[in-house]
């Protein structure tokens, strides 16, 4: 497999899982309002409403244990990547005063979502 192809198969990976987490979220009563919003900072997977929050989800897939948990790849760096691009979509879409929170959804397991172990932290980390 090309790099450019190893690439194009993470990334619809990651959209497949992105989309189930999404999917995830509404069972839960959410409004999912935007996938992948992309700004010069960066970008967040999901974008979503819980009653009075806006929910800024980032969502990570480990198909095994050999890299970690998922969970764990939303270090520091990554929190303020996050944190600056949910200051550009509030200003963006006149919301500067929201009650907003950051949460991460883990998913882990090869089989699709049948069998993943998903794990959602709610207000995962401040900005």
């Known amino acids: ?4 192809e190893e690439k194009r198969n993470k990334r619809q990976t990651g959209a497949y899982y992105e989309q189930a987490a999404g999917c995830y979220l509404e069972r839960l009563g959410y409004e999912v ?18 009653g009075e929050y806006i929910v800024f989800c980032e ?11 998922p969970l764990e ?25 929201a009650s907003c929170r950051f949460d991460v959804i883990g998913i882990e397991g090869n089989d699709g979502m049948r069998s ?12």
């Open 33 to 50: 309002l935007e996938y992948n919003y992309r700004c010069r900072s960066g970008e967040i997977d999901i974008v979503a409403k819980d």
């Open 59 to 69: 969502v990570k897939f480990r198909s095994d244990e050999r890299k970690g948990n």
């Open 1 to 4: 497999m090309t790099e450019i």
């Open 116 to 127: 993943a172990k998903v794990t959602h932290i709610k207000n995962a980390f401040t900005g």
């Open 73 to 97: 790849a939303v270090d520091s760096r990554k929190q303020k990547v996050i944190f600056r691009c949910a200051m550009h979509y509030l200003s963006e879409h006149r919301l500067k005063d």
